[in-house]
């Protein structure tokens, strides 16, 4: 069974930086693509940002694009999500999901962490 945890979360202020982990547990990291996801009260989930199994490559949704950074360490079966410029808009909830291929169906959620941009 897929399992994943993210960790790395809390509260930050305006500008400045967090990185999230996911850390998979059960199954080879690097057969799958990561994305990151991130949710609101009253809000759909949102898709941020995805990195491939294979070479790798990365994408970016346009509110996070040039501000966050996602990475993979496929020896340690993890993945990053560095996150600088910090807008309070940026605040939710923020999940790691496995999927066969980015923008595809997700395989596994992870639990979620908590990120708070406030002053």
């Known amino acids: 069974q897929v399992q994943l945890k993210e960790s790395g979360g809390g509260l930050v202020q305006p500008g400045g930086s967090l990185r999230l982990s996911c850390a998979a547990s059960?199954?080879?990291?690097?057969?799958?693509?990561i994305g990151w996801f991130r949710q609101t009260p009253g809000k759909d989930r949102e898709g941020i940002s995805c990195i491939t199994g294979s070479r790798p490559d990365t994408f970016y949704s346009d509110s996070v694009k040039g501000r966050f950074t996602i990475s993979r360490d496929n020896r340690k079966n993890m993945v990053y999500l560095q996150m600088n410029s910090l807008k309070a808009e940026d605040t939710a909830v923020y999940y790691c999901?496995?999927?066969?291929?980015?923008?595809?169906?997700?395989?596994?959620w992870g639990q979620g962490t908590q990120v708070t941009v406030s002053s």
């Open positions: 999901a496995a999927q066969a291929v980015c923008q595809g169906p997700v395989a596994a």
């Open positions: 059960r199954f080879a990291l690097d057969y799958y693509a």
